[in-house]
């Protein structure tokens, strides 16, 4: 069932009804312009406004920044720094690099013997070696001069007789000379 339906109002009337359509549309579209301006007000406003003030302080600092740069010479400063970085970074390679006595003294100071206990490893410049600590007996103060004699980097190893009188709780000193060409390797 189709109905027709026709206006009989008057022309008049007919444009109030078409004023009170658009009014109504207007009004719509009023509340949400309204309604999208309050949500922006709530929403977006109080992230923006300290964005904008940070960024007036930011450019602020820049400016502050760059004329203490020119009044400073931060970047000649800094040049400085870094070539003092670069020396001090081969320094401490320098530094953590074991040096030619260093396997001589590993070597000594690690002789495995548990009864014998070093005091003092003196390396002189010349070459000479002496070495002051304690053995618990005679006998292992021998194998420990025979395990001198017998490494690869001591020549010429002399005891005095005072160390082997004693029996046991012995201080010793014994003496030696590097062999040749070890003062010079690195």
Avoid at 8 to 34: H, M, N, Y
Avoid at 41 to 69: H, I, N
Avoid at 102 to 107: C, E, V
Avoid at 163 to 175: G, L, V, Y
């Amino acid at each position: 069932m189709n109905m027709l339906t026709t206006n009989l109002l008057p022309q008049e009337d007919k444009k109030t009804i078409e004023l009170v359509k658009a009014a109504k549309l207007t009004r719509a579209a009023a509340v949400f312009i309204c309604g999208f301006l309050v949500a922006n007000a709530v929403l977006v406003l109080p992230t923006l406004l300290p964005l904008l003030f940070e960024r007036k302080e930011l450019k602020r600092e820049l400016a502050t920044g760059q004329e203490a740069q020119q009044k400073f010479q931060v970047s000649a400063r800094s040049k400085e720094l870094k070539a003092l970085a670069a020396t001090l970074r081969e320094i401490r390679v320098y530094a953590s690099q074991p040096h030619y006595p260093s396997k001589i003294l590993d070597t000594l100071a690690n002789h495995g013997n548990a009864a014998i206990s070093l005091e003092t490893i003196t390396v002189t410049q010349t070459g000479d070696v002496l070495l002051n600590g304690k053995a618990d007996t005679r006998k292992a103060l021998l194998e420990f001069e025979s395990t001198l004699r017998n490494s690869p980097y001591l020549n010429d190893i002399t005891s005095p007789l005072s160390n082997i009188i004693r029996e046991s709780n012995i201080s010793f000193s014994i003496q030696g000379n590097l062999k040749p060409g070890l003062m010079g390797e690195k």
